[in-house]
């Protein structure tokens, strides 16, 4: 994020809220104990809202078929956090106030409309439970507030249709029918190239520029990513990917981005295997 022109990291953002907070915590704690902590109240319901939004679009892309293969909860593929894998699937936690779905394998396209919508409609059935447990007076007024309001807010926000700063569209976007045909949903590039008519590059080391095969890779690992997230990819394309991602290993630096590409061949590789074996 920016701020006054210069980037700040989700780390440096997050302690500066976490400062402020303590202050205003500080302040009020002699004489409004229960209110001096709000800001941790607030704090705690929207990380809770971005938990279960995330559970819904979780939950009802496996009804549909769907293979997650990173799951980020408080955090973003590229920053840090923590990180553990559960089973084939890599979890991060963080303490930024955003997450997000990375599929391996796409939900069927039935089914892809209504795993967008969980997201927010998880958020607004939420708060519908918190706003009737809070008018039982079962919770506090500052809790309360929090986790209705905040539920509230995410599910609805998410159905506006944007686009976010880091180049992907929100959940509203998608529904609506805003995201640009040449959007395509890879991990990193968002740009349509033709699968069937580019081969994979097959420059001689000797002969050519790093900066020739600097561009044949990115051009291999845009081909493998557009692949790799279809949700309907034959054995043939599977195979022609390997292909691609056996060149990639071999001649491309490991950027975090390329590590992407080959933990998601990997992935859609075992997926490949378990269905296989189900049948």
């Known amino acids: 994020m920016r701020v006054g022109g210069k980037q700040v990291t989700e780390g440096a953002a997050v302690a500066a809220v976490a400062a402020v907070s303590a202050g205003f915590t500080a302040i009020y704690w002699r004489d409004h104990p229960l209110m001096a902590l709000f800001p941790w109240y607030y704090y705690g319901a929207l990380m809770l809202a971005v938990l279960i939004h995330e559970l819904g ?29 559960l089973g084939s699937v890599t979890v991060r936690l963080g303490l930024y106030p955003g997450g997000r779905v990375h599929w391996s394998v796409r939900p069927s396209p039935r089914g892809e409309r209504l795993t967008v919508a969980a997201g927010p409609l998880a958020n607004l059935i939420s708060a519908g439970i918190f706003a009737a447990v809070w008018a039982q007076a079962a919770l506090p007024l500052p809790v309360g507030f929090s986790l209705t309001a905040l539920s509230a807010m995410l599910g609805l ?4 249709p944007f686009r976010t700063r880091d180049g992907s569209y929100s959940d509203g976007a ?47 690992r845009a081909l493998c990513e557009i692949a790799l997230t279809k949700p309907d990819l034959s054995t043939a394309e ?42």
């Open 157 to 160: 926000s998410n159905l506006l």
């Open 238 to 279: 599977l195979e022609l990917t390997g292909t691609r991602i056996a060149w990639l290993a071999e001649n491309a630096p490991r950027t975090p981005q390329v590590e992407a590409v080959l933990a998601l061949y990997e992935r859609r590789v075992g997926v490949a295997s378990e269905l296989a074996g189900g049948s």
């Open 57 to 85: 679009h979780l939950a009802v892309g496996r009804l549909f078929g769907a293979y997650p293969l990173i799951v980020c909860i408080g955090t973003r593929p590229g920053a840090g956090g923590l990180r553990f894998e």
């Open 174 to 220: 998608q529904l609506f029918g805003t995201v640009p045909a040449d959007a395509v949903p890879t991990l990193s590039d968002r740009t349509r190239i033709d699968f069937d008519s580019s081969p994979p590059p097959d420059p001689q080391p000797a002969a050519s520029s790093d900066e020739t095969l600097q561009r044949a890779a990115g051009t291999v």
